[in-house]
């Protein structure tokens, strides 16, 4: 089985299958220079039980990703399910069994000198081994970050564009330098916006409350699934501002993201988050959410699609 630094690994690259190291770009690709480029992340989830890869909600983030190019002036030639269709096909061909992570990326190619949004652009997928990306079994201890969130009309922050992640970069960079795990960014006029890579959301009164989308976020689909989560369990989400002292009177704090999961938060500026520890809602979700991705209940099975399943009846076909 291939690891991420293995050069054996099978990309989408310039229309085809093709190893990691063949899949190489020019130095003066225009995306290097400006970050003109729109990403995703899609999580797998490799279940030993059911001997299963479940890729989460794929169709959701390649919907986003097919959306935000158009942001760039950019247009991916595949449809959603076709994208699927072949993220498939390339943890076949890596024969991946073990939790994954996707990387698609769309990005202005035209070898040139120049700040336009040029019409070339090219398209690549790649998918590697992916373990935990923070460790927050514990809870993290985090900060507000000096760095502002980048505003829509400066960067859309909805848009996944590779340059605004220069942001994200150095509101995380600063957190860990000053001994944070992660690191909380307002809006350019103070209200609670995200984390560097994943959404908010607090507990107060016994209400779930995250900022809405016209707060410089990404519409992460990890928010979308923690609210329907909770409604499940009938807790409503209330979506409005929410100024910075709210986190230092919140029940609960935890991120949210496909990176992150369902991170419990229980410091803010070296203030505790209610007694420090994890609060019980986030535990609840925090434990629906692992249920829900790695299959272990049926419910909500739409957002899952196994990979060797359909591969396995294929083949028997
Ligand atoms: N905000 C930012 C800035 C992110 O990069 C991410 C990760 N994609 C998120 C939020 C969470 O989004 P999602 O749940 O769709 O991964």
């Given at each position: 089985m291939a690891s991420a630094k293995d050069p054996d690994i099978v990309v989408y690259f310039e229309g085809e299958f093709q190893p990691l190291a063949n899949a190489k770009v020019g130095l003066l690709t225009h995306a290097l220079h400006y970050g003109t480029a729109v990403f995703e992340g899609i999580r797998g989830y490799w279940s030993e039980e059911d001997q299963e890869l479940y890729l989460f909600r794929p169709r959701e983030h390649y919907e986003r990703w097919r959306a935000n190019a158009r942001l760039l002036?950019?247009?991916?030639?595949?449809s959603a399910m076709e994208l699927c269709e072949m993220t498939r096909e390339l943890i076949v061909r890596n024969r991946f069994q073990c939790d994954v992570y996707v990387r698609p990326l769309v990005y202005k190619s035209r070898q040139t000198i120049g700040v336009h949004l040029s019409p070339e652009t090219d398209y690549a997928v790649v998918v590697v081994p992916f373990g935990?990306?923070?460790?927050?079994g514990q809870g993290l201890r985090v900060c507000v970050s000096s760095w502002r969130r980048l505003n829509d009309n400066a960067?859309?922050?909805?848009?996944?564009?590779?340059?605004?992640?220069v942001n994200s970069a150095l509101a995380g960079d600063e957190a860990r330098a000053n001994g944070y795990d992660e690191a909380i960014l307002l809006t350019e006029d103070g209200h609670v916006s995200e984390g560097s890579a994943c959404n908010i959301f607090l507990v107060r009164h016994g209400q779930l409350v995250t900022p809405p989308v016209?707060?410089?976020?990404?519409?992460g689909i990890t928010r979308a699934t923690v609210m329907d989560l909770a409604r499940e369990m009938w807790i409503e989400t209330v979506e409005r501002r929410i100024d910075r002292s709210e986190l230092y009177v919140a029940d609960e704090i935890f991120f949210a993201g496909t990176?992150?999961?369902v991170a419990p938060v229980i410091e803010v500026d070296r203030r505790?988050?209610?007694?420090g520890t994890i609060g019980p809602l986030t535990h609840r979700l925090r434990e629906a959410y692992t249920n829900v991705t790695r299959g272990?209940?049926?419910?909500?099975?739409?957002?899952r699609m196994p990979v060797y399943r359909k591969a396995v009846s294929e083949t028997a076909r």
């Open positions: 002036r950019m247009e991916v030639p595949l935990k990306y923070i460790e927050s960067i859309p922050a909805r848009g996944k564009i590779s340059g605004a992640y016209s707060d410089d976020i990404l519409e990176a992150f999961e505790p988050v209610r007694s272990k209940t049926a419910r909500d099975s739409h957002w």
